[in-house]
């Protein structure tokens, strides 16, 4: 079973930083693009941040300059590093690898269980 396992989220001050991590595990050959989403209930999940197998990264304007996406693709995990956060980042961040290639040249879509971070002003 191949799956997606965030942590690293919590409660921090307004100013603070936290690291997201999202480990991929399971019978995986390859992964491409990762993305990191956000939703606060009752509204749309946002795109935060995504990153190419090749290392090139793409973020939303709400977060540009405060978070970095970065990846080890040696150990099948992507990082969020989050600076300078605030009460509005508040959310549950998600972590989606759309298209992953397991060992039985299969591609799936997988997202992870979600990890709350809350921002206290």
């Known amino acids: 079973q191949v799956q997606l396992v965030e942590s690293g989220g919590g409660l921090v001050q307004a100013g603070g930083s936290l690291r997201l991590s999202c480990a991929a595990s399971g019978s995986i050959f390859s992964i491409n693009h990762v993305n990191w989403y956000r939703q606060i209930p009752g509204k749309q999940r946002e795109l935060v941040a995504g990153i190419s197998s090749g290392g090139s990264t793409d973020y939303a304007a709400s977060v540009k300059d405060r978070f970095t996406i970065s990846r080890d693709n040696a150990k099948n995990t992507v990082y969020l590093q989050m600076n300078s956060l605030k009460p509005e980042d508040t959310a549950v961040y998600y972590c989606?690898?759309?298209?992953?290639?397991?060992?039985?040249?299969?591609?799936?879509?997988?997202w992870g269980q979600g990890t709350q971070v809350t921002v206290s002003s």
């Open positions: 989606n690898a759309p298209d992953v290639l397991t060992t039985a040249r299969v591609y799936q879509n997988l």
